[in-house]
């Protein structure tokens, strides 16, 4: 079976109705007590922000200790002060599945470094300019653990849901460094709509893991929540957008740094085959939406269902 045949989302039984985490509650409660600014709290929560980003620091005993533990140095190695501190919001977004908790950066310097403390344990990787958000699995948050063992009687560390988190963190980058020209749009209404489009895109990774179990940096993942995201966004889905953050506006002909290299190399033997196999199942998306009344949740189980293969030939389930 070629593997864009394959779907993994059909292989455990769907949750039917998958409910409001705990940590959403929690969340409201940390937000609604506290008094200062939001990016204040957030050093509350990540014991990672009393660290400095740099070379090696995913090892330094202390920031494991703090990241095992919570158990902060003192005083903070470099405590974080972010660039643009009016600029980062924190709060709760709405989603089929309940809240989820969302960091929005304003300033690209404090998504940077937010996403290499958070996500890459304070090394210093390179953030490219095609990614504009993340979703943070499984976090260990200890503002959360600190509020638990106040409150409960309970060995908090044995109850992870007490604790760990799914954040998504976003930017107001341009969705996927494409420029607001390519959509003949401005760059305040593109950096708005990129806003929505990102959001959206990772709320899907996170339902694909609440009702399908998996969530993973796969191309099926991906055309579902570009699909999501750019239907939010947008108010339909158009698959000229879609191929332009692949990077495929321009079939044949490849538009280096476009967000398909991330999922396959373009040096790979099949890497054209892909290309076309995703711009058909694009325009077959497109009119399947249409035809079946734009139901922006069932066509997201729709996708979840049908394989890539399978979109490009028209043969949704």
Not at 62 to 74: F, Q
Not at 250 to 278: A, H, Q, S, V, W
């Amino acid at each position: 079976m070629n593997r864009l045949d394959e779907n993994r989302f059909i292989e455990l039984p769907i949750e039917e109705n998958p409910k409001e985490e705990i940590f959403a509650q929690d969340w409201e409660v940390l937000i609604s007590h506290h008094d200062g600014l939001p990016w204040q709290l957030l050093r509350e929560m990540c014991v990672e922000l009393d660290f400095p980003v740099g070379k090696g620091q995913s090892e330094n005993p202390e920031l494991l200790m703090a990241l095992k533990r919570g158990i902060r140095p003192s005083p903070a190695s470099e405590p974080w002060t972010p660039a643009d501190p009016e600029k980062i919001l924190v709060y709760l977004h709405p989603t089929p599945l309940g809240r989820i908790p969302v960091i929005e950066c304003g300033s690209d310097q404090d998504f940077i470094h937010l996403q290499r403390c958070l996500v890459y344990r304070c090394e210093p990787l390179p953030v490219p300019d095609s990614r504009g958000a993340t979703i943070i699995k499984n976090y260990n948050n200890w503002a959360r653990i600190g509020m638990h063992r106040r409150n409960a009687a309970v060995d908090v560390l044995k109850c992870p849901a007490l604790y760990r988190d799914y954040i998504l963190l976003l930017s107001h980058r341009y969705y996927s460094g494409v420029a607001p020209e390519s959509f003949g749009l401005d760059s305040g209404e593109w950096r708005q709509k990129s806003l929505v489009l990102r959001r959206e895109h990772e709320v899907a990774h996170y339902m694909t893991q609440r009702y399908y179990h998996s969530s993973k940096n796969e191309i099926h993942d991906e055309l579902i929540a570009d699909f999501m995201g750019l239907t939010a966004a947008f108010g339909d889905y158009d698959p000229v957008k879609f191929i332009t953050f692949l990077g495929l506006e321009n079939y044949p002909k490849y538009r280096m740094g476009g967000r398909l290299e991330i999922y396959l190399p373009t040096d790979d033997d099949i890497f054209n085959d892909l290309c076309k196999t995703l711009l058909q199942a694009a325009q077959n998306v497109a009119s399947h939406y249409q035809k079946t009344g734009r139901d922006r949740m069932n066509m997201f189980h729709t996708l979840c269902r049908t394989s890539v293969a399978g979109m490009a030939r028209g043969d949704f389930v």
